[in-house]
């Protein structure tokens, strides 16, 4: 394979969140309930994912880690109407390139698993086994073959720490169960359906269910939904304030001042208050025609929204609070 194969996944692999994130966005495709997720040195050494969804055969197993060959995106009106998270068809492929990877999976329709070793995207091993159905990939030694770019994985506690903060994000978008492990200690179990205001008190263990109000809030091509803290709830930073434009994580300075400026003077100087808020917008409204790694949609009306939203963390928790008007 050649050197710019190798260095495009590089592109594509950005880090062990990234490989992290692909893999699980697969499962949740390929109708996972159960996903667990294994981690070795921040990913670096090893990544585990193993999901019970509709597995594969040792056809689409090896097919699977070819480039371009099952690109979702049609014409153009998919980007605009994207609902399944996986549309490049490119993540498996990438990641093989640059790692020791073995895909074992099942249907549910067969006897038998079949397990596939890969070293740099090469089939090196298939063997039939005996395995639940389902899938697990394995990614070990990422980037061995390309020296240099292993050089810029951060360290294990860093790479460690972006994968956790992914799996926190994949928590609170979906309803799935999500097993989450850490140099073999156990770090998430979070059972399927959890209600998101008990999985908001799991991954920030400092607070209480009393510490939120709930947002609920609809008009005709927006919803508002999630959770706020009270105004003394806060950090130091903004790490908990967790926003998804249609079951997508977004990152948006716009978004974390208006809602900051929903707190207005109830917020102590330099403290930041707690938000994980969902924003379901009429797809026709939402331009997700962006760099998949970037965290960034384009609202055609976010005027409107940003304005609704800072509306109604205002109105919460003046209704909620002693900050109440007379
Ligand atoms: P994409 O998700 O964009 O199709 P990927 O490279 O991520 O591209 O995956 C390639 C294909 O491999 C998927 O389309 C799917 O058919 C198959 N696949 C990957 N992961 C899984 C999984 N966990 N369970 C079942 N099939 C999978
Ligand atoms: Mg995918």
């Known amino acids: ?133 389902g899938t697990t990939i394995e990614v070990k030694d990422l980037f061995f073959n390309l020296p240099a770019r292993r050089k810029f994985l951060k360290s294990s506690a860093v790479e460690g720490r972006m994968v956790t903060e992914i799996i926190e994000k994949f928590i609170f978008a979906t309803n799935v169960g999500i097993k989450f492990i850490k140099d073999k200690k156990n770090i998430y179990n979070i059972q399927k359906d959890t209600p998101l205001i008990q999985k908001i008190n799991t991954v920030f263990p400092e607070t209480k269910e009393e510490d939120f109000f709930e947002l609920n809030f609809e008009e005709n091509w927006y919803k508002i939904k999630g959770y706020i803290s009270h105004p003394r709830v806060t950090r130091n930073n903004r790490s908990a304030q967790i926003f998804f434009v249609n079951n997508r994580y977004i990152r948006s300075g716009e978004l974390f001042a208006v809602f900051e400026a929903g707190y207005g003077e109830m917020l102590e100087s330099r403290r930041h208050p ?8 009429d797809p026709s409204e939402v331009d997700v025609n962006v760099h998949p790694q970037k965290l960034e949609v384009k ?27 007379q």
């Open 274 to 281: 707690y938000g994980i808020v969902f924003f379901e917008i």
């Open 1 to 133: 394979q050649s050197v710019i194969m190798k260095i495009a996944a590089g592109e594509v692999v950005t880090g062990t969140f990234a490989v992290v994130k692909e893999l699980f966005e697969n499962s949740i495709d390929a109708h996972a309930d159960e996903i667990t997720v294994e981690i070795q040195d921040g990913g670096k050494t090893y990544i585990k994912i193993s999901d019970n969804g509709i597995g594969m055969s040792e056809d689409e197993i090896l097919l699977a880690v070819q480039p371009h060959t099952t690109s979702k995106i049609k014409d153009v009106e998919d980007l605009y109407s994207i609902h399944t998270y996986g549309f490049r068809g490119e993540a498996l492929a990438a990641i093989s390139r640059v790692s020791r990877m073995k895909i074992t999976s099942r249907r549910k329709s067969d006897e038998i698993a079949t397990a596939v070793e890969f070293v740099g995207s090469e089939p090196i091993n298939v063997k039939k086994v005996m395995a639940p159905y």
């Open 299 to 325: 609202i055609s009306e976010s005027k409107i929204l940003y304005n609704a939203f800072k509306r109604l963390v205002r109105q919460t928790l003046l209704n909620e609070t002693k900050f109440k008007m």
